[in-house]
Structures are given as structure tokens and as C-alpha cells.
């Protein structure tokens, strides 16, 4: 009932070469649509011109007969245009298998079929690298435990005295204080003013 596949015989190349041909009709096709429809207009043209009947009649033949080999011409390249695109699909459907086996082909591939033997084999590797964060984010925490410890000012050493704090207020007012005299040396002008007028 199946028989043999002939599409399993068939070559890129014989397809390549169909195509080439369809494109070769379609373009002479379509070049002599185009030549006919400028014949057609420059009967057109001189028919409108014409003073004598009968050849303002042959010109009318003439076009009529040009206009049915347009649409003639033009099926057949409608025609072309889509047995090209199948022939375009079926070039293509070569190359995927062409592409498929070759890389099917491959030996690390092959293991590939084996998928309850991959299955296994990626069941395993995510429980090792769990395994492993497990163990460095177990790691990073002590080591995290371990510079809080030691980063700690709950030691004498570190911690301030009464006297530190006293020593802190004082240098912070300072501070403050020379800020707001050397805002007050920048604006001389009005203070100036005032304590003369004062005087006076």
C-alpha cells in the first residue's frame, strides 16, 4: 500500500533545478506582459488619434487580442509564482532533514534516545549541585556569623566612654561655631551698618 518514497530518492539538486527553470519562464512571461501592455497603450494611444473607422477597428481587434494574451500570460505566471513556492517549501523540507540527520548523527546525540538513562543522569546532577549550594550557602553563613563576631563594638576596646562622648559634643560644637563665623565674615556689609549707626 505505501510502496517506496519517492520523495526520499529526490536530490536538493533536481529541485534547484526546477526552480531555476519555473523562474526563468516566469520572468520572460512577465517581460513579455510588460512589452504587450506598452503595445497596448500605444494602440490605445493612436486609436484615440485614428480619423479613419476601419482603423480605429483593427486597432480595437488588435488591443482586444493583446489584453486576452495579458491575462493569459498572466495566469501562467500566477501559475509559475505558486509552483515555485511549493518547489521554494519543498527545497526547504530537504534541507531540514538533511539537517536533522547530520546532526542526529552526532555520537553525544545518540545518547540523547536514551532519555530514561538522561533523565537519571539530570535527576542526579541537580541533586549535586543542591548538594553543593547547600554546602556553600551553609559555609557563607558561618563565615557571615563569624565578621559579625568579630566586627562587633561590644568589646571595652571599642566601645565609647563618658568621656568620649563628652569629647564628641564638644568637637562638634566647635565645629558648628566656626561654620557660622565663617558665614558670617562672607556678609560684613549690614552688621557693619548697623553697629555705625549705633554709634552715631
Known amino acids: ?3 517506496r518514497n519517492k520523495f526520499k530518492k529526490l536530490k536538493r539538486e533536481d529541485v534547484v533545478e526546477a526552480i531555476i527553470t519555473l523562474n526563468k519562464q516566469q520572468d520572460d512571461l ?3 506582459i510588460v512589452s504587450k501592455s506598452e503595445e497596448v497603450d500605444k494602440l490605445m494611444e493612436r486609436g484615440c488619434k485614428e480619423k479613419n473607422r476601419d482603423i480605429k477597428l483593427l486597432l480595437a481587434k488588435k488591443v482586444t487580442a493583446l489584453k486576452s494574451e495579458i491575462k493569459r500570460d498572466t495566469n501562467r505566471a500566477a501559475f509559475l509564482m505558486y509552483n515555485v513556492g511549493l518547489l521554494e517549501k519543498l527545497k526547504a523540507a530537504i534541507d531540514d532533514n538533511s539537517f536533522v540527520q547530520n546532526t542526529s548523527n552526532i ?15 539530570l535527576e542526579s546532577a541537580i541533586k549535586n549541585k543542591s548538594e553543593v ?5 551553609d559555609a557563607n553563613q558561618i563565615f557571615d556569623s ?4 568579630a566586627e562587633s563594638s ?3 576596646i571599642y566601645s565609647t ?4 562622648d563628652e569629647l564628641l559634643a564638644m568637637f562638634e560644637m566647635q565645629e558648628q561655631l566656626d561654620s557660622e563665623m565663617a558665614v558670617g565674615a562672607d556678609m560684613p556689609t549690614e552688621a557693619n551698618r548697623q553697629k555705625t549707626g549705633i554709634e552715631e
Open 1 to 3: 500500500m505505501f510502496g
Open 30 to 32: 512577465e517581460s513579455g
Open 107 to 121: 555520537p553525544l546525540n545518540k545518547l540523547l534516545s536514551d532519555q530514561k538513562a538522561l533523565a537519571q543522569f
Open 133 to 137: 549550594e547547600n554546602t556553600l550557602v
Open 146 to 149: 563569624y565578621e559579625q563576631a
Open 154 to 156: 561590644s568589646s571595652p
Open 161 to 164: 566612654s563618658e568621656s568620649d
